[in-house]
């Protein structure tokens, strides 16, 4: 079965630094998205991502933060300048054309930020 | 605004035994509801969904779960608890008319099945 795949599994940065965590949605999705879960809090929304251009974001995602699609199988999550705040796991998720398809969730990227 | 509510942190059932985690939602409009299930170190992985039609909907590994549209729940159930079920359970819920498409997730319950 197609699944999310995310690099690296877990990524330790210093305060301050950029980070640019990756992911290949599932070959044939549109729409992709990013989110963020805590350690022992909730899973939340970041950014959703269609046809090049972003559809929705969270009061979370701030300036600090960008997406991108380099190519026609990548989709990145850059943090421009990193604070210990940013530590959590980073879900990248995709799915297919539909408005009731489900999301399709990656592994995540363990970000710890000394 | 959209939200949904996980009331328990954990749950407790013995192999063998029906299990319930529960899941109320807010939304506006109607709402597309989804469950999914977390293992240690991995990512989300989608048991089911309710869209419309029958308030009944069943999905991977035996689980089912029932919408009710006049208590805004959607809680999940499975009629035989089994070892391997034990993971984190999480309840989402998007609107019909959002245009992001984004999931809001409830807190998740950790299902805890001993033998």
């Known amino acids: 079965e197609p699944e999310v795949t995310q690099t690296p599994s877990h990524q330790v940065t210093q305060m301050g630094q950029e980070v640019i965590l990756r992911c290949v949605p599932i070959s044939n999705h549109l729409y992709f998205y990013w989110y963020r879960q805590i350690l022992g809090q909730k899973v939340e929304f970041l950014v959703s991502f269609y046809n090049n251009e972003i559809s929705e974001k969270s009061e979370i995602f701030d300036d600090q933060f960008s997406v991108e699609r380099p190519d026609g199988s990548n989709f990145t999550l850059k943090i421009r300048s990193t604070k210990l705040e940013d530590s959590a796991m980073y879900f990248c998720?995709?799915?297919?054309?539909?408005?009731?398809?489900?999301?399709?969730f990656g592994d995540g990227t363990r970000l710890s930020i000394l | 605004a959209q939200s949904v509510a996980q009331p328990e942190d954990q749950v407790n059932v013995a192999e063998g035994n029906p299990l319930t985690v529960k899941c109320t939602y807010s939304?506006?409009?109607?709402?597309?509801l989804f469950w999914y299930v977390q293992y240690p170190n991995r990512g989300l992985q989608f048991l089911l969904k309710y869209i419309t039609g029958d308030n009944l909907v069943k999905g991977s590994y035996g689980f089912e779960a029932e919408f009710n549209k006049s208590q805004t729940s959607f809680h999940l159930k499975k009629p035989s608890a089994l070892v391997s079920d034990s993971a984190l359970y999480f309840c989402?819920?998007?609107?019909?008319?959002?245009?992001?498409?984004?999931?809001?997730f409830g807190g998740g319950t950790r299902l805890m099945v001993k033998p």
């Open positions: 989402a819920v998007r609107a019909h008319n959002n245009a992001g498409n984004m999931l809001t």
């Open positions: 939304v506006s409009g109607n709402p597309y």
């Open positions: 998720a995709s799915r297919d054309s539909g408005g009731a398809q489900p999301q399709h």
